[in-house]
């Protein structure tokens, strides 16, 4: 399966600025996919990333704030804008290896952020 | 409507115990279901996953889980548990278009 290479890790940021989190895969993949975990909840989707197309933002998410790059097939970028105490989360990338019965979904370890 | 239900958000188990998390999920086609496990500060690691194969699946860490269609149900469940099998358990489901959708996490406390 995938190996999945996030960054940072964690950060604190101040409110007001904005935060880009990078995700590295190992392979070629066709869809990459964008998570929140807010404190103590499960994952929600944000966005789908594609290579070559605009990304797909899930209902309550918009390109405004949380732009995202998608330039390769193996990197993408999330970027965190304007930020708020109540973007204080988990972001996780993953990624699905195009083999589902196989490999299933594969996730980053994740950016611990918080806005300050 | 598509949706994914985890009851208990909560379990706890004595040590040496029977693991059972339950996972129900609502779809008129059918879909792929996952159990991921989040250790403390950590990312997602796959349990198990069933494709339409065998119903009763083996994962890693001695757990499995079994696919009763007539239950809709995708429960998740371990003989004997282990210290170490604390963690927040999350089931997933891929309803036929690429994404995953969360149950809302199940956290596993192990009672020595």
């Known amino acids: 399966s995938a190996v999945i290479s996030q960054k940072p890790s964690r950060d604190i940021c101040q409110r007001g600025t904005s935060l880009t989190i990078q995700c590295q895969v190992d392979?070629?993949?066709?869809?990459m996919f964008w998570y929140r975990q807010q404190p103590g909840q499960s994952l929600t989707l944000i966005a789908t990333?594609?290579?070559?197309?605009?990304?797909?933002?899930e209902s309550g998410f918009v390109i405004d704030k949380f732009p995202i790059s998608r330039p390769n097939l193996t990197f993408s970028t999330l970027t965190v804008s304007n930020m708020s105490p109540e973007d204080s989360s988990i972001y996780l990338c993953?990624?699905?290896?195009?083999?589902?019965?196989?490999?299933?979904?594969?996730f980053g370890s994740g950016t611990r952020l918080t806005v300050v | 409507a598509q949706s994914v239900t985890q009851l208990g958000s909560h379990v706890s188990v004595s040590e040496g115990a029977l693991v059972l998390l339950r996972c129900n999920y609502s779809?008129?086609?059918?879909?792929?279901l996952f159990w991921y496990v989040q250790y403390p500060n950590q990312g997602l690691q796959l349990l198990l996953k069933?494709?339409?194969?065998?119903?009763l699946v083996k994962g890693i860490n001695g757990f499995e889980a079994e696919f009763k269609k007539s239950e809709t149900s995708f429960h998740l469940t371990k003989p004997s548990a282990h210290m170490s099998d604390a963690a927040e358990y999350f089931c997933?489901?891929?309803?036929?278009?690429?994404?995953?959708?969360f149950g809302t996490g199940t956290r596993l406390t192990i009672i020595p």
């Open positions: 392979s070629q993949v066709t869809m």
């Open positions: 993953s990624v699905e290896g195009g083999l589902v019965l196989t490999y299933g979904y594969t």
């Open positions: 069933y494709t339409s194969a065998a119903t």
């Open positions: 990333a594609n290579q070559g197309s605009e990304a797909t933002y």
């Open positions: 779809s008129s086609v059918p879909p792929y």
């Open positions: 997933a489901v891929n309803f036929g278009n690429e994404k995953l959708t």
